[in-house]
T-cell receptor
Framework: DAGVIQSPRHEVTEMGQEVTLRCKPI?????LFWYRQTMMRGLELLIYFNNNVPIDDSGMPEDRFSAKMPNASFSTLKIQPSEPRDSAVYFCASSLSGSTNEQFFGPGTRLTVL | DAKTTQPTSMDCAEGRAANLPCNHS???????VYWYRQIHSQGPQYIIHGLKNNETNEMASLIITEDRKSSTLILPHATLRDTAVYYC????????????FGSGTQLTVLP
């Protein structure tokens, strides 16, 4: 099992540009989570999906952020336009509903907005 | 979800047991205690969870007090690779399964 796959691993962009982060959850998992981690705020949940449906997006900072899950094996987190304060490590995690609630995290995408 | 309190940092000698405490005095009856850890530059990793009984797996043991207001994660023989931030989280298993990460405990295993 390859685990949760995220791409790109590193992204450097300029303020105002669109950024798209990608995630492939573990096959068979039906819950997917997007987190953001910064030194100041720690690890924060942005949004999570259950069976491809967004359940709670109250953690999404503002309208510049959007997330989609078109099918069970793929999700994107988009930032448009990006700002320097969006610089962080973004983690995707997946889990199997009804299980022990063990979430499996990907390696993260380190985003730097100049 | 109940709030947890953990020490900011701890040191442990290699080969010794590492005992990481967590207070969760406002935990409710249907909330579980979960432990995750995050090794530098990696995503968090699940360790163990429990409701009221002590639990053990290949990674660690979880001791929960009888009143469930606190717990201790035990790494029986700490290695240098156990150096990480350890997060104690309480959450309703049957809920939306959101994990609220606090500041955690930075465990440093010393040679």
């Amino acid at each position: 099992d390859a685990g949760v796959i995220q791409s790109p691993r590193h992204e450097v962009t300029e303020m105002g540009q669109e950024v798209t982060l990608r995630c492939k959850p573990i096959s068979g998992h039906n819950s997917l989570f997007w987190y953001r981690q910064t030194m100041m705020r720690g690890l924060e949940l942005l949004i999570y999906f259950n069976n491809n449906v967004p359940i709670d997006d109250s953690g999404m900072p503002e309208d510049r952020f959007s997330a989609k899950m078109p099918n069970a094996s793929f999700s994107t987190l988009k930032i448009q336009p990006s700002e320097p304060r969006d610089s962080a490590v973004y983690f995707c995690a997946s889990s199997l509903s009804g299980s022990t609630n063990e979430q499996f995290f990907g390696p993260g995408t380190r985003l730097t907005v100049l | 979800d109940a709030k947890t309190t953990q020490p900011t940092s701890m040191d442990c000698a290699e080969g010794r047991a590492a005992n990481l405490p967590c207070n969760h005095s406002t935990i409710s009856g249907n909330e579980y205690v979960y432990w995750y850890r995050q090794i530098h530059s990696q995503g968090p990793q699940y360790i163990i969870h429990g409701l009221k009984n002590n639990e053990t797996n290949e990674m660690a043991s979880l001791i929960i007090t009888e009143d469930r207001k606190s717990s201790t994660l035990i790494l029986p023989h700490a290695t240098l690779r156990d150096t990480a931030v350890y997060y104690c989280i309480v959450e309703s298993k049957g809920s939306a399964r959101q994990l609220t990460f606090g500041s955690g405990t930075q465990l440093t295993v010393l040679p």
